[in-house]
């Protein structure tokens, strides 16, 4: 009996301290690292919270977020996050920069108080072009994390082909430019090139509206459209990648309109860069798309982007995919790995009575329209200043957009010697 009251003794002071210790983590602390969320309310509505979506992330990597503020919160809510994929985790920071982090990263559930900041982040797939999501819970509230990979056309290739500097583009490599006069040609620019020495210039000073003339890209064998107009083994869906740069480093009225088209020489979807006066946005993209014009008449114009910087180069990245019907196409325009706008093709025009009056054309290179003049795109602009856009890094390709990561065929070139 005396042995066993002494074993009592020795216990009582250990259950004691295990018992503070729980009651401690219960109030916030944490067991082992871990933070414990017996005090976070999962009930609790912050305000509404978003991560920005995340493009051209390299596969099988792991990539963290913005960092957001939360706000709203009645008293400390309960965190968690679940994704599909591996590694996803958050952290919870005192401060906008995460200079200060109050939880480190990792998956258990947590806590946050009112004006904390998140960060998540998560693994990237493992296959070109391809999302990995995650969806992290605070308190009644959520958000989503998505992360897309590298298509094909962004990543980085040794080119096959091999251009020669001062000519003309026409002729070289599958590329065509039926017009004499317009300003353009393969140019050597040194260390001024986005990669390598090459680029292509083009530029509006001599403006045509005929549409064969124009320079066209070399065709692919196989063309991106619906089923009842693309090649037999095409598929529904076109990308396109390259870099630009205007040559002025101030407004000259520069214009030119690049558009994925048919073999017939057309244009399926709508992309202008116009180098303005900053008054009048600057260097700026412009969209025009036929969404439903049967029904409505009118065609729609976009802004997706002004101001952009006339110092450095941008990437610009367009997707169409085109699955069967009508007034379905998405025509998706990203700039520097920002999704600028989501639009339509011309699809509805091709069919309209008024338009076409034909069927939905299937696309497999690219139009280089130069049919703008500067002094019509201000009159303050005189033709001959305009000295044009410079190209680098080309990519186009067909695939189907069920499966990005499968490329049916492509061209890319960085027009080096």
């Given at each position: 009996?005396?042995?066993?009251?002494?074993?009592?003794?020795?216990?009582?002071?250990?259950?004691?301290?295990i018992?503070l210790?729980?009651?401690?983590?219960?109030?916030?602390?944490?067991?082992?690292?871990?933070?414990?969320?017996?005090?976070?309310?999962?009930?609790?509505?912050?305000?509404?919270?978003?991560?920005?979506?995340?493009?051209?992330?390299?596969?099988?990597?792991?990539?963290?977020?913005d960092?957001?503020?939360?706000?709203?919160?009645?008293?400390?809510?309960?965190?968690?996050?679940?994704?599909?994929?591996?590694?996803?985790?958050?952290?919870?920071?005192?401060?906008?920069?995460?200079?200060?982090?109050?939880?480190?990263?990792?998956?258990?559930?947590?806590?946050?108080?009112?004006d904390?900041?998140?960060?998540?982040?998560?693994?990237?797939?493992?296959?070109?072009?391809?999302?990995?999501?995650?969806?992290?819970?605070?308190?009644?509230g959520?958000?989503?994390?998505t992360?897309?990979?590298?298509?094909?056309?962004e990543?980085?290739f040794?080119?096959?082909?091999?251009?020669?500097?001062?000519?003309?583009?026409?002729?070289?490599?599958?590329?065509?430019?039926?017009?004499?006069g317009?300003?353009?040609?393969?140019?050597?620019?040194?260390?001024?090139?986005?990669?390598?020495?090459?680029?292509?210039?083009?530029?509006?000073?001599?403006v045509s509206?005929?549409?064969?003339?124009?320079?066209?890209?070399?065709?692919l064998?196989?063309?991106?459209?619906?089923?009842?107009?693309r090649?037999?083994?095409?598929?529904?869906?076109?990308?396109?990648?390259?870099?630009?740069?205007?040559?002025?480093s101030?407004?000259?009225?520069?214009?030119?309109?690049i558009?994925?088209s048919?073999?017939?020489?057309?244009r399926?979807?709508?992309?202008?860069?116009d180098?303005?006066?900053?008054?009048?946005?600057?260097?700026?993209?412009t969209?025009?798309?036929?969404?439903?014009?049967?029904?409505?008449?009118?065609w729609?114009?976009?802004?997706?982007?002004?101001?952009?910087?006339?110092?450095?180069?941008?990437?610009?990245r367009?997707?169409?995919?085109?699955?069967?019907?009508?007034?379905?196409d998405?025509?998706?325009i990203?700039?520097?790995?920002?999704?600028?706008?989501?639009?339509?093709?011309?699809?509805?025009?091709?069919?309209?009575?008024?338009?076409?009056?034909?069927?939905?054309?299937a696309?497999?290179?690219?139009l280089?329209?130069?049919?703008?003049?500067?002094?019509?795109v201000?009159?303050?602009?005189?033709?001959?200043?305009?000295?044009?856009?410079?190209?680098?890094?080309?990519?186009?390709?067909?695939?189907?957009?069920?499966?990005?990561?499968?490329?049916?065929?492509?061209?890319?070139?960085?027009?080096?010697?």
């Open positions: 009996m005396l042995r066993a009251m002494k074993n009592l003794l020795r216990t009582v002071p250990l259950l004691l301290c018992s210790y729980l009651t401690a983590c219960g109030s916030g602390s944490t067991i082992g690292g871990v933070p414990s969320s017996a005090s976070g309310s999962s009930t609790v509505n912050p305000a509404a919270f978003s991560f920005h979506t995340i493009y051209s992330v390299t596969p099988s990597t792991v990539t963290a977020s960092i957001v503020r939360v706000t709203g919160l009645a008293e400390s809510a309960a965190v968690r996050v679940d994704a599909d994929p591996s590694v996803p985790e958050f952290r919870v920071c005192a401060d906008a920069a995460c200079s200060v982090v109050s939880t480190d990263w990792h998956a258990t559930v947590s806590i946050l108080k009112n904390e900041y998140l960060q998540v982040r998560l693994n990237s797939a493992a296959t070109d072009d391809t999302a990995a999501a995650m969806t992290v819970h605070v308190g009644a959520a958000a989503d994390f992360i897309y990979t590298k298509s094909f056309c990543q980085s040794t080119q096959t082909d091999h251009y020669t500097a001062a000519s003309s583009i026409d002729g070289q490599n599958g590329w065509s430019r039926t017009a004499a317009f300003d353009e040609q393969v140019e050597n620019v040194g260390a001024s090139a986005y990669t390598g020495q090459n680029v292509w210039l083009l530029g509006n000073k001599t509206t005929a549409f064969s003339s124009q320079p066209l890209s070399p065709q064998s196989e063309s991106a459209g619906e089923s009842t107009v090649s037999a083994g095409g598929g529904d869906a076109m990308e396109t990648v390259f870099w630009m740069k205007t040559v002025s101030a407004a000259d009225g520069s214009a030119i309109t558009s994925m048919p073999t017939g020489v057309d399926q979807t709508y992309f202008r860069i180098n303005n006066l900053d008054a009048n946005g600057g260097f700026q993209a969209v025009i798309d036929y969404y439903d014009v049967i029904n409505t008449g009118m729609r114009t976009f802004v997706p982007a002004t101001g952009m910087s006339r110092a450095v180069w941008v990437k610009v367009l997707v169409m995919e085109a699955p069967d019907g009508g007034s379905n998405i025509f998706r990203f700039l520097d790995d920002q999704l600028a706008g989501t639009y339509s093709s011309w699809e509805d025009y091709h069919t309209w009575t008024s338009g076409g009056n034909s069927v939905t054309e696309v497999s290179r690219l280089f329209r130069v049919a703008v003049a500067p002094s019509t201000d009159p303050s602009f005189v033709d001959a200043n305009a000295l044009g856009f410079h190209f680098d890094n080309l990519c186009y390709r067909v695939y189907n957009h069920a499966t990005p990561g499968s490329t049916i065929q492509f061209y890319r070139t960085g027009f080096e010697p």
